[in-house]
């Protein structure tokens, strides 16, 4: 017979997980007016923290992806604008990084079961995939826009996926996509048309073919790092 306050345990992990997610971002929604959502905004308010701003950056980055309240792609366009193509997608990369660590300790902390009775379904999904394709599949989302940075983040820290491998993927899976951000994401939203079906066409190659090239080629030993051997065949 299970001790009645350990039956109690993932709920109150998933009280704690409520409140804070709810804080977090009652603390950024309230903080964050509509502007912030405009990349001419951000960067009028990070130049006026002057050399706080890449501190500050950062933080606004990582908080943003933990409350999932502040979109990436403004921030990222900011960035580039504000720091220049090179060092905003340094600090876009370290805000990123950290935010979604953040994201997997506190998956990973409060447990499966909490998150379960949370969301009021079985998360296991990820007990049919191999444990060595799990990395891979974080890296592929990573390099697809449509899927939720934070909840990815989340999902992964409910698996048995280690941190080393997580935090490997996820930065090499969002690099391609931050750094065109930083230098080019600007004309996403301004540019002609020429230019933004150019770079629309090079999300798409990269999309399909930094998976399967990391897979293959095994660079620098990514694929083995990442999924803990080498690709059948090789």
């Known amino acids: 017979m299970r ?9 109150i992990k998933a009280t704690l997980l409520v409140l804070l997610l709810v804080a977090l971002g009652a603390i950024a929604w309230h903080k964050t007016p509509p502007e912030w959502f405009d990349p001419e905004w951000i960067k009028a308010f990070l130049q006026r923290m002057g050399p706080l701003a890449p501190l500050a950056f950062i933080l606004l980055r990582t908080i943003g992806i933990v409350a999932t309240v502040v979109p990436n792609a403004p921030l990222d366009i900011a960035a580039g604008v504000i720091f220049g193509p090179f060092l905003g997608t340094v600090y876009s990369l370290l805000g990123s990084e950290a935010g979604a660590i953040v994201c997997f300790l506190l998956a990973r902390g409060l447990g499966r079961e909490a998150i379960t009775r949370l969301l009021r379904r079985d ?33 992964a820290g409910l698996t048995r996926m280690s941190l080393r491998a997580f935090a490997l993927s996820t930065l090499v899976g ?20 020429v230019l933004q079906l150019g770079l629309g066409l090079v999300l798409v ?6 998976p399967v090239w990391i897979r293959r080629k095994n660079p620098w030993g990514w694929y083995d790092r990442m999924t803990g051997g080498r690709p059948k065949g090789k």
Do not use: C
């Not at 999904?125 to 909840?151: G, M």
């Not at 996509?177 to 540019?191: C, E, M, V």
């Not at 190659?205 to 930094?210: E, P, Y």
């Open 3 to 11: 001790n009645r306050g350990t039956s109690h345990l993932p709920w």
């Open 123 to 155: 998360v296991t999904f990820s007990d049919r995939i191999a444990q060595r394709h799990l990395p891979y599949i974080v890296l592929f989302a990573r390099l697809e826009p449509i899927f939720s940075f934070a909840l990815v983040s989340y999902g």
């Open 174 to 193: 969002m690099t391609p996509g931050t750094i065109l951000l930083n230098y080019y994401g600007k004309s996403l939203f301004t540019g002609n048309l």
């Open 205 to 210: 190659v990269l999309l399909i073919v930094v």
